[in-house]
């Protein structure tokens, strides 16, 4: 029994983001656009998380019905999209949603980006290891921070400001690895490799989704 293998690692380029375009705002002061919808992602490891050794299919780990109904619910409370952070994914999102549509995952739709493949950079013959917790910034200062175009916009205090773009948002890393970064630690939802995705953690990251507009969601107990 093992995990499943990516393959030969390519350093990643930049993909193509199918979701919603980002908003300009005229704010270069960091003030909330009125009435700005605050977009919930999810960054999403697979092995551990969502595939467990309970379910294996030609000898490697498969998706457990139990951690993607849990899966599930988060994305029902909180209308999240998914960013896959897994070694489960391919060069771009079409090749990551053909993938992982063969493996039976159910929500495909809701995938709208794919992280770096930076964990094996080859540089001048040394290979490098990316910490997954840089890729994940990675994504977040190209696709969020930067609008997509790969020109980071800083604020009047010589800052990255989040909320530069109109774009309010919130995210949350499932995992069962920890190599993720000290800034992220709010945000990250570690689970236990052999059990993957539980109620419990499962509501931790409703939790950490609904905290930017805690006033807003009707539902919000
Ligand atoms: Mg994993």
Redesign the pocket.
């Known amino acids: 029994m093992k995990?499943y293998d990516p393959g030969v690692p390519v350093a990643g380029p930049t993909v193509a983001l199918s979701a919603p375009a980002l908003r300009s705002g005229p704010s270069d002061q960091g003030a909330p656009i009125a009435n700005a919808p605050t977009r919930k992602l999810i960054f999403l490891?697979?092995?551990?998380?969502i595939a467990t050794p309970r379910v294996v299919k030609d000898g490697l780990w498969a998706i457990d019905p139990q951690c993607e109904e849990e899966l599930g619910r988060i994305i029902s409370a909180t209308g999240a999209e998914l960013v896959i952070s897994?070694?489960w994914r391919k060069h771009t999102i079409a090749e990551t949603v053909d993938f992982l549509n063969e493996q039976g995952f159910r929500f495909c739709d809701r995938i709208v980006g794919v992280t770096i493949r930076g964990y094996h950079y080859l540089v001048k013959g040394a290979a490098i290891s990316i910490p997954r917790g840089v890729e994940i910034k990675q994504w977040i200062d190209h696709n969020i921070h930067s609008g997509g175009n790969g020109e980071y916009v800083l604020g009047r205090n010589g800052t990255f400001n989040r909320r530069f773009l109109g774009v309010d948002f919130e995210y949350v890393i499932l995992?069962?690895?920890s190599d993720m970064l000290l800034e992220q630690a709010s945000h990250f939802v570690r689970c236990e490799?052999d059990i993957g995705l539980t109620r419990e953690l499962a509501d931790k990251a409703i939790g950490i989704l609904r905290v930017s507009n805690r006033i807003d969601t009707p539902d919000n107990p």
């Open positions: 995990r490891d697979m092995d551990g998380v897994s070694s995992d069962d690895d490799w």
